[in-house]
Every structure is written in structure tokens, then in C-alpha cells.
Nanobody
Framework: QVQLVESGGGLVQAGGSLRLSCAVSGSSFRFRFNSMGWYRRAPGKQRELVAT???????NYTDSVKGRFTISRDNTKNTVYLQMNSLKSEDTGIYYC????????WGQGTQVAVSS
């Protein structure tokens, strides 16, 4: 069974940066040959997909994070990353990783809080 463990969140001032990591265990094959994504659940809102990376490395971002967030993956470590720069208060939320589409059980996520 695939397990997802997110880390790297924290409290940061607006304009700051954070780097999130997601370790995927249970199936190297599934990780290597599927798209991965970072999802965000902002307070009072539904979870949304903010960044996607294909198995070949192609990326896609929701408009609100374009130019500020960068998703990457290391297939040798079964890990996906999210570099978040120029953070804004509206980036506050719990960040989760999962496949795209999200067929694995959700992890606990990692909390990101941006103070203005």
C-alpha cells in the first residue's frame, strides 16, 4: 500500500520561502510512472490541486501560484518537492501530496502559515 508523508511546513512571514517534501513509499513503480501533485486545503475551502509534475518532468500550476512555486521530483528517492517563494497570506493552508488523479490514501499533510 502506498504511503505519503509530507514535511517542511511552518510559519513564515509574507514574502518568505518554504520547501515542502513528500516521501512516497510502498511502490516505486507507481511513483516513477505516474504524475504527482501538491494539493492545498485553505481554511474554510475545499482541497485544490496547485502543482503537478508528470512522470517525464513536465509541470503545471494553478494560476495563483505560477511564477512563485516550483514542483520537482527525485525518482531515485521517491520524493516530490514544492519550493514556495514570495509567499502570501492566501497561501496559508495544509499542503498534501498525492498522485494525479489522487488514488492513494491521503497523508496527514504539512501546515503552512503565512503571516502578513
Amino acid at each position: 500500500q502506498v504511503q505519503l508523508v509530507e514535511s517542511g511546513g511552518g510559519l513564515v512571514q509574507a514574502g518568505g520561502s518554504l520547501r515542502l517534501s513528500c516521501a512516497v513509499s510502498g511502490s516505486s513503480f507507481r511513483f516513477r510512472f505516474n504524475s504527482m501533485g501538491w494539493y492545498r486545503r485553505a481554511p474554510g475551502k475545499q482541497r485544490e490541486l496547485v502543482a503537478t509534475i508528470g512522470y517525464s518532468g513536465s509541470t503545471n500550476y494553478t494560476d495563483s501560484v505560477k511564477g512563485r512555486f516550483t514542483i520537482s521530483r527525485d525518482n531515485t528517492k521517491n520524493t516530490v518537492y514544492l519550493q514556495m517563494n514570495s509567499l502570501k497570506s492566501e497561501d496559508t493552508g495544509i499542503y498534501y501530496c498525492n498522485f494525479v488523479p489522487s488514488f492513494a490514501s491521503w497523508g496527514q499533510g504539512t501546515q503552512v502559515a503565512v503571516s502578513s
